[in-house]
């Protein structure tokens, strides 16, 4: 499982970074931050099962970062940690769907545990809604469909993807939704059609993910995939849960062993209405992404669409994304949002489509630009490593070394000492 860590203080996170046994446990950290406000993006772009973070921090604190990934990324499993004297701030967490709260100082032990613990609920709850969702597949063959309510639920959000259907049907299926309980009214409205195989087993992992998404995300299975009806309160915030949804789709179908993945994301929409023609984008581009021989998983949006249509191609803006990156990756303040603006992208979209495009996260590729700095250094100067650090966009020397060493095997002083005067 993958572990981010967020924390203001920069030795608890060098402290959980350097004692914990990461290569003896299950667990990899895959990223640090600060704040709740550069976490988000990172959180996005690395798409961990697990976050570590402390409650008190600037910007965006431990409680407003949690009400985020309550609503964009319910699935993540959360662990806080907080002061003896910020009890009030734990239990407003533990309200938002916490897992665990931990007491600073952070025993290793006691982080093994809390891990352990969150690990094993999320994976006997995901086996739990596959269980589930297998069951009622399996039963939906021979049971009445009235009396099955999830099934009858699952065949109305579907209507909404039906050609024949009229504005008055999609009324009628939300208001019927409605009355059985399971209200599917927003202010905007995106669709995701997904094709993978095998189909079935991929339902499964479709349906127990959107499950996790706590009302905002409806499933309707189809003969090739899934879709996925995601609701939303405006359209940059639909934008982010569609990508965001999408990201984590992606790498639940490989983990459950799907093949010739496909995932197209529709217009945004605000009438109930117009949630066919969202649809309807969707399966376009989604046969669109089944003509191409690229690898697995491949994943591409309404915008992205009107943008090549435009003449303005993605492929130029992640162009411009990358020049942005190496003029600006020594600032060890750059995040991914900063590049999303600069291009004039969401940061879900924006972090979909860079790792589309280049076969990488941005995470992974601002990595690969701070090292390729970092290696010319040492081979050709005698800075010190912390000098180097910080040319390379790392204020924080030991983090460098950490990273230095996990993406290339050695310290940078062994690098250094191999690679010594070498062009």
Same mark, same amino acid.
Request: proline letters at 5%; a negative charge.
């Given at each position: 499982m993958k572990v981010f860590i967020v924390d203001d203080e920069v030795v @608890? +996170?060098? *402290? @959980? +970074?350097?004692?914990?046994?990461? !290569? !003896? &446990?299950?667990? &990899?950290l895959v990223g640090e931050a600060p704040d709740g406000e550069m976490a988000l993006p990172m959180i996005r772009d690395t798409n961990p099962d697990i976050v570590i973070t402390d409650i008190k921090m600037p910007f965006m604190d431990g409680i407003d970062l949690c009400k985020v990934l309550r609503t964009q990324m319910p699935w993540i499993g959360i662990i806080i940690l907080s002061g003896y004297d910020e009890f009030e701030y734990a239990r407003q967490c533990l309200q938002l769907g916490v897992r665990e709260y931990l007491l600073k100082p952070i025993d290793v032990e006691d982080l093994r545990k809390a891990l352990d613990k969150v690990g094993a609920q999320l994976e006997e709850e995901k086996k739990q809604r596959e269980h589930a969702e297998s069951l009622r597949a399996r039963m939906s063959g021979t049971m009445n469909p009235r009396t099955d309510a999830r099934f009858l639920k699952e065949k109305l959000i579907g209507s909404l993807f039906s050609d024949e259907a009229m504005?008055? !049907? $999609?009324?009628?299926a939300l208001k019927q939704l409605h009355a059985m309980g399971s209200p599917v009214t927003a202010s905007f409205y995106v669709v995701i059609d997904a094709a993978f195989s095998p189909v079935e087993k991929g339902?499964? #992992? $479709? #349906? $127990?993910? #959107?499950?996790? *998404? *706590? *009302? @905002?995300l409806h499933v309707s299975g189809s003969r090739t995939g899934t879709r996925i009806l995601v609701l939303g309160d405006s359209s940059s915030d639909t934008e982010e849960r569609a990508y965001a949804f999408a990201s984590s789709l992606a790498t639940e179908l490989v983990r459950a062993g799907c093949e010739a993945l496909r995932i197209g994301i529709g217009d945004i929409v605000e009438k109930p209405a117009d949630i066919l023609i969202s649809f309807k984008k969707a399966r376009h581009i989604r046969h669109i992404l089944e003509e191409r021989p690229e690898a697995d998983p491949l994943i591409l949006g309404a915008r992205e669409m009107g943008d090549s249509a435009g003449g303005v191609g993605t492929p130029g803006v992640i162009n411009d994304a990358k020049v942005y990156m190496s003029q600006h990756f020594s600032n060890p303040n750059l995040m991914l949002q900063d590049v999303a603006k600069a291009v004039n992208m969401s940061n879900s979209r924006f972090s979909t489509v860079f790792s589309q495009h280049c076969g990488q996260t941005f995470t992974e590729y601002l990595i690969f630009l701070r090292l390729g700095r970092a290696k010319e250094l040492l081979r050709t100067t005698d800075m010190k490593s912390s000098q180097i650090a910080h040319e390379s966009g790392y204020n924080d020397a030991h983090y460098f070394s950490y990273i230095f060493k996990k993406n290339t095997g050695m310290t940078p002083s062994e690098y250094r000492q191999q690679n010594q005067n070498q062009p």
């Open positions: @608890i +996170r060098e *402290g @959980i +970074r350097e004692s914990f046994p990461w !290569d !003896d &446990t299950p667990y &990899t504005e008055e !049907d $999609a009324e009628n339902q499964e #992992a $479709a #349906a $127990a993910l #959107a499950e996790a *998404g *706590g *009302g @905002i």
